[in-house]
T-cell receptor
Framework: GAVVSQHPSRVICKSGTSVKIECRSL??????MFWYRQFPKQSLMLMAT?????????EQGVEKDKFLINHASLTLSTLTVTSAHPEDSSFYIC?????????????FGPGTRLTVL | GNSVTQMEGPVTLSEEAFLTINCTYTATGYPSLFWYVQYPGEGLQLLLK?????DKGSNKGFEATYRKETTSFHLEKGSVQVSDSAVYFCALVNFNKFYFGSGTKLNVKP
């Protein structure tokens, strides 16, 4: 099946710094990528949808200036958490949709654990 | 609107026991239904899916049938193993957007 990678898998940063998380589709071109946030023992919450070459669409309640998303190519999307604070600590998961396949076929990355001290 | 409700966990079973994790949904239109599994510290892995009513998804001994009349997609396995211990998420896709249930943690004891 299609593979989606995320980097880094874990990151610890100080409060006030910015952190960038990469999401790559390794063997397919992803016309659309999605970013989710998962709180401990809870489900995934969709944060935003990004389409290659255009601005991301954010879900209600998600601060677009705090969570910057860039989908620069068909295989790479980045999420930058700006001026991170402890409440931003979470598990961030991306998924990518294969433009060639069924419209609802999404492949998930392994996730990035962010800890803000 | 679109939403998924699944049974709260944790579910604790002995090895070789029968597993059922209930999942019901509300949706407009004709969603596709999925079960994902998440092992500790990892992302989600697709376990099985069904794209239309009465379809049965199956994989690794797990099964789920898309029941439109009861708006359900219950996950079953006849004989669980310790290695099945994980969190299981029921999800639906409608208009290209995923909606996840809250997850059910399964603990299988030897």
């Amino acid at each position: 099946g299609a593979v989606v990678s995320q980097h880094p898998s874990r990151v610890i940063c100080k409060s006030g710094t910015s952190v960038k998380i990469e999401c790559r589709s390794l063997d397919f071109q992803a016309t659309t990528m999605f970013w989710y946030r998962q709180f401990p023992k809870q489900s995934l919450m969709l944060m935003a949808t990004s389409n290659e070459g255009s601005k991301a669409t954010y879900e209600q309640g998600v601060e677009k200036d705090k969570f910057l998303i860039n989908h620069a190519s068909l295989t790479l999307s980045t999420l930058t958490v700006t001026s991170a604070h402890p409440e931003d600590s979470s598990f961030y998961i991306c998924s990518a949709r294969d433009g060639r396949g069924q419209y609802n076929e999404q492949f998930f990355g392994p996730g990035t654990r962010l800890t803000v001290l | 609107g679109n939403s998924v409700t699944q049974m709260e966990g944790p579910v604790t079973l002995s090895e070789e026991a029968f597993l059922t994790i209930n999942c019901t949904y509300t949706a407009t239109g004709y969603p596709s239904l999925f079960w994902y599994v998440q092992y500790p510290g990892e992302g989600l892995q697709l376990l099985l899916k069904a794209t239309k009513a009465d379809d049965k998804g199956s994989n690794k001994g797990f099964e789920a049938t898309y029941r439109k009349e009861t708006t359900s997609f219950h996950l079953e396995k006849g004989s669980v193993q310790v290695s099945d211990s994980a969190v299981y998420f029921c999800a639906l896709v409608n208009f290209n957007k995923f909606y996840f249930g809250s997850g059910t943690k399964l603990n299988v004891k030897p």
